[in-house]
């Protein structure tokens, strides 16, 4: 069998599909802030990247890949809490986006699929 990469995998539970897509998405709005800022561009270029990197590892079932995506699902939160004091100092709807990808990479199925197919 050839080996592919892919950056989205319909075999994959139903969490771990939209959470690669969230990651996604996540990267996109980093990307587009980063560009809307006078300081700390660099700042939402890493982020841009290890979103997007998490995804792709995801995605194609790597293990690292899934633990760069849980630390890019808490990374928000953290840096939040680090800068502003607040790690849901952000508007509702992003914070409930933040939420959300936490609980789906973190979702028992999420969880034990990882850990079975996982390389």
């Known amino acids: 069998m050839v080996n592919r990469r892919r950056f989205f995998n319909p075999a994959q539970p139903q969490t771990l599909q939209i959470a690669v897509f969230l990651l996604y998405l996540n990267a996109v709005f980093f990307l ?52 502003v004091g607040n790690p849901f100092g952000a508007s509702l709807l992003n914070t409930m986006f933040e939420i959300a990808l936490v609980a789906l990479l973190l979702h028992p199925q999420s969880r034990d699929y990882q850990r079975i197919w996982f390389k």
């Open 32 to 83: 587009i802030a980063a560009f809307q800022v006078d300081r700390g561009a660099w700042i939402y270029f890493m982020l841009t990247a290890g979103g997007l990197f998490a995804g792709f590892g995801i995605a194609n079932e790597k293990k690292w890949g899934y633990g760069l995506g849980i630390a890019m699902a808490f990374l928000p939160f953290a840096l939040r809490f680090w800068f």
